[in-house]
């Protein structure tokens, strides 16, 4: 008998060990130490610095878009969404398991209303075939200070935003999105 209280008590012990000791996922680092998450994420307010230019490019944890601004710092909002609409309310159709939809707080125009960004074609702003977590970047169109542009993801994945300042006078508005969480 004082065996077996030894053994249950042995395994009681073990086992509020066990529930006190953190899972080996939980001590787990972000992937790449990413934390970013999915909600939505603005910043800046509306300008008429113009839009110039989009592109993109490959990172070892993200793929990255990249909007050039011809002027300071401007604003951004960025979602996921069901849909992404352009600026007359049409659905832009999109390929990918998850859409963002990116309203830059800027036109794609000048003062005088000449374009200053103006797609070879709409439906594929960068070419990111092959690209881990990018499927298709498509123009939205400019109207009122406001320019959509619609980003379909491989899924709903981490991302993040941030302007930077240059080269020169001009601007960069930069989307990551995370190959994983």
């Not at 030894?6 to 790449?32: F, M, N």
């Not at 113009?50 to 993109?56: A, D, I, K, S």
């Not at 050039?68 to 909002?77: K, L, M, S, T, W």
């Amino acid at each position: 008998m004082k065996t077996l209280i030894k053994w249950l008590t042995a395994a009681a012990v073990l086992g509020s060990v066990a529930l006190l000791a953190p899972s080996a996922q939980a001590t787990e680092s972000a992937y790449c130490g990413i934390t970013w998450g999915s909600l939505p994420k603005n910043g800046g307010a509306l300008s008429p610095a113009p839009l110039t230019n989009v592109r993109g490019g490959r990172h070892d944890c993200y793929d990255r878009l990249v909007m050039d601004i011809r002027g300071a710092e401007n604003g951004f909002q960025v979602r996921y969404v069901s849909q992404v609409y352009d600026q007359g309310g049409t659905v832009i159709p999109l390929r990918g398991g998850a859409f963002l939809e990116i309203v830059l707080l800027d036109p794609a125009y000048d003062d005088t209303g000449a374009s200053t960004y103006d797609p070879a074609n709409p439906q594929e702003l960068v070419n990111v075939s092959g690209w881990r977590t990018f499927r298709q970047v498509a123009w939205g169109g400019s109207y009122e200070g406001y320019t959509t542009i619609g980003l379909g993801a491989r899924a709903r994945l981490p991302f993040r935003v941030f302007s930077l300042a240059g080269p020169g006078s001009s601007s960069r508005i930069v989307l990551d999105v995370a190959h994983r969480w």
